[in-house]
């Protein structure tokens, strides 16, 4: 007898959620649903994981099973979550951005008027370019502006986040919260590390970066696609393509960090260690699909393009595509100009 309720009240629920899923379309694909999360995959890529083939996303009815003949449980489908998913649970708001950017210099510029514009002193512009005051600027070259008033560090090998803000005469708890930090040991070579109200040194200024030499096919194409922006902070590139494009390991070595959310404009990102010391950064992704620690092959998939999804993992993007950057060595893509399409073919 139980056994003919279950298989009438299975169909029935089975009916209405049907029902649901029917009643939730409307219009060119739209759908209606009823809470944050769902809410958070309307207006994506047709092309996107979550997305069928009608364009429409598919709402699964429940699988229900009787356990031990008198009870009837639902079970979980399997999911697949983005990291756009996981930027937005926890990147925090649009209130916690904290840009890094790229500055194009104007007729009439002055170190003075370009600071004070962008709310830094003198010294942090300076700083963050290695130029002095009687460096000569012109119309059109990109300066990089600070969030605040510091130092702009590239951690190498050996460093601490204790001996960072001793050396830049900073606060350790300061340099940890600004840079969202779990503690002061979660730095990784070749990270980006600000110091807030940081001073540098009298003595002399410190090299952001030194380039060790390498063969020209040390690297290889991360993505394939069009090349939008030149040489830009810090020491990258960015390559454009539709978003879920895949992006391959430049070069084997060991997966360091791998970061959700804004990111000081950097969005979803990855960066991988190489056996010579270098490090190569992946910005914008969309989905990543390794983990500190795992062990990389030259040309394995590391990860698919972001940056055009309206997520806060986008970071600071205009559209699809892949900040490319390496710290220790040049950049293999920099050699090329402005709307070159670089392709494996």
């Given amino acids: 007898m139980f056994g003919v309720l279950a298989f009438i009240l299975l169909g029935g629920i089975y009916s209405a959620c049907g029902s649901f899923a029917s009643s939730a379309n409307y219009g060119a694909g739209r759908i209606i649903f009823s809470d944050a999360f769902s809410n958070s995959l309307g207006n994506k890529n047709t092309d996107s994981l979550f997305f069928s083939q009608n364009g429409k996303t598919s709402l699964e009815t429940p699988d229900l099973k009787i356990v031990q003949g008198n009870t009837i449980s639902g079970i979980s489908a399997p999911s697949v979550v983005s990291a756009k998913v996981l930027g937005d649970v926890f990147g925090g708001g649009q209130g916690t951005k904290k840009d890094i950017i790229d500055y194009i210099v104007q007729p009439g510029d002055t170190f003075q008027s370009i600071a004070e514009s962008n709310g830094i002193s003198v010294n942090t512009l300076l700083w963050a370019n290695e130029l002095s005051l009687s460096s000569v600027i012109k119309t059109g070259q990109t ?10 560090h590239v951690v190498k090998l050996g460093d601490t986040v204790g001996a960072i803000a001793l050396k830049y005469k900073a606060g350790l708890d300061d340099v940890i919260a600004f840079n969202s930090l779990a503690s002061q040991d979660d730095i990784y070579i070749g990270d980006i590390v600000i110091v807030p109200g940081g001073v540098m040194p009298k003595k002399s200024a410190v090299p952001l970066d030194i380039h060790v030499p390498l063969a020209d096919n040390y690297f290889i194409f991360p993505v394939q696609g069009k090349i939008t922006q ?3 902070f810090y020491n990258a590139v ?30 979803n990102l990855l960066t991988i260690l190489h056996s ?16 500190p620690g795992d062990r990389v092959d030259v040309g394995q998939n590391i990860a698919l393009v972001g940056g055009g999804t309206g997520a806060i993992g986008d970071g600071l993007s205009t559209g699809c595509h892949v900040h490319f950057q390496v710290t220790g060595a040049k950049n293999p893509l920099a050699k090329y100009p402005i709307g070159t399409n670089i392709s494996y073919k």
């Fill in 238 to 267: 960015d390559v454009a393509n539709k978003c879920g494009t895949p992006i391959y390991a430049a070069a084997a070595g060991t997966v360091q960090r791998v970061k959700y959310g804004y990111n000081f404009g950097g969005g």
């Fill in 276 to 291: 010579n010391g270098t490090v190569t950064y992946y910005g914008h992704l969309s989905t990543i699909f390794v983990k």
């Fill in 143 to 152: 300066l990089t502006i600070l969030p605040a008033d510091g130092i702009l």
């Fill in 230 to 232: 030149g040489l830009h």
